[in-house]
Every structure is written in C-alpha cells, then in structure tokens.
Antibody
Framework: EVQLVESGGGLVQPGGSLRLSCAAS????????MNWVRQAPGKGLEWVSY????????YYADSVKGRFTISRDNAKNSLYLQMNSLRDEDTAVYYC??????????????WGQGTLVTVSS | EIVLTQSPGTLSLSPGERATLSCRAS???????LAWYQQKPGQAPRLLIY???SRATGIPDRFSGSGSGTDFTLTISRLEPEDFAVYYC??????????FGPGTKVDIK
C-alpha cells in the first residue's frame, strides 16, 4: 500500500523555523517527483513546492520562495521541507503529495494525512 | 497565473441525484491539464480525475470529467452517501505555476 506520513508540525513564533518530514512507503520513492501542498484552516489548497525524483529540478510558490527549502533523501525514502522566517500566513496543514515521474508539477496522488503548522506569538 | 473559478459554491442534492460541478479558467488550460480532487472533513484530498477526463486508479465510474480550453465539468452520475464532500479543480497546464479552484461543497439536501 502506498503511504505518505508527515511529521514535524507544531506551534512556532513568527520569524521562527520548522522542518517537516514525510516518510514514504509502498512504492519506489526514487522514481517519483514529490510536492508539498498546504491548506490554511477552513481555506482552499495551495501548492508550495516541487522536487523531481533526482532532486535536479526544484520549484517554489512565490509566497515561500527564499524562505522554504525542499529536499529529499532517496536512500531513506524521505521528503523534507525546511521552513524559515515563518509568518502568520504560513499557518496551515501541510501535505506531502506524490507526483508522476515526469519533471513538471502536475497532479498529486496520493496525499499524506497532513501535519499542522501554527505560526503565532 | 491562471485563476480557477468553481461554481456553484455549494450544491445541495439528495442521494441518487446527478451532480454537475463547473470549473472555469481565466485563460486556456493547455493540453487539458486539469485535475479534480475530493476532500472530506478531516481528511486529505483524493485524486479523482486527471487530464480533464481520465479517472484515477480505484475511482468509481460514476465520476466523470469533461471539458477543454477554459471550461471543465465534473459529473457524479448518481450520488452515493460517501460522495458528499468538497471538490477542488486544479490546473497544471502552466506548470510549475499550478493553481487550485476555491472548491464546491456538495451537501445533503
């Protein structure tokens, strides 16, 4: 069974940092692109970042560029999101989501259960 | 950036009825690169449709997608109790600048 499990969320003050992790299982992790997508409480979905299967291509949404860093460790079947200079508007549930093997951001399937990040003083 | 508009905001229907959800793009979505997702309260989204009309693995055939250019439709032929949820469309034709619509809530009448 394909499974994605996020961790690392929590309460952080504005300007602080947090590192999210996503553990993948049930598929050949190194063959697929991966993404982070977030959802503010009671709001819609916003794509955050993409990383290709080999880490050769990385993209960010304008709203997080320069503050967030996506990375992966194919040997550990893990995806990461380092979040720095956090703002109130970064408060959201963060989902990791698998993309197809192609080197573009496309559809997302499946998604993890999400981890809540709350930025507040 | 391609802006997606979904209508209606809320659709109130009874089990067994047909649901028709609309997603309109501010500019043409190239190659019909449009997906639909279902999200239930407290759960992650689930992919239903990609490429405007291709069903994802394990999705029942009562779900169908159609459309091209700027107008897309998700149809649920006969609503089952488990289909009451929020539905989002997403375009990836302008990758990497992918965007989601605001969602349509399908609730029980």
């Amino acid at each position: 069974e394909v499974q994605l499990v996020e961790s690392g969320g929590g309460l952080v003050q504005p300007g602080g940092s947090l590192r999210l992790s996503c553990a993948a299982s049930g598929f050949t992790f190194s063959s697929y692109s991966m993404n982070w997508v977030r959802q503010a409480p009671g709001k819609g979905l916003e794509w955050v970042s993409y990383i290709s299967s080999s880490s050769s291509t990385i993209y960010y949404a304008d709203s997080v560029k320069g503050r967030f860093t996506i990375s992966r460790d194919n040997a550990k079947n893990s995806l990461y999101l380092q979040m720095n200079s956090l703002r109130d508007e970064d408060t959201a549930v963060y989902y990791c989501a698998r993309g197809p093997p192609a080197a573009i951001v496309s559809w997302f399937d499946p998604w993890g259960q999400g981890t809540l990040v709350t930025v507040s003083s | 950036e391609i802006v997606l508009t979904q209508s209606p905001g809320t659709l109130s229907l009874s089990p067994g009825e047909r649901a028709t959800l609309s997603c309109r793009a501010s500019q043409s979505v190239s190659s019909s690169y449009l997906a639909w997702y279902q999200q239930k309260p407290g759960q992650a989204p689930r992919l239903l449709i990609y490429g405007a009309s291709s069903r994802a693995t394990g999705i029942p055939d009562r779900f169908s997608g159609s459309g091209s250019g700027t107008d897309f439709t998700l149809t649920i032929s006969r609503l089952e109790p488990e289909d009451f949820a929020v539905y989002y469309c997403q375009q990836y034709g302008s990758s990497p600048r992918v965007t989601f619509g605001p969602g349509t809530k399908v609730d029980i009448k």
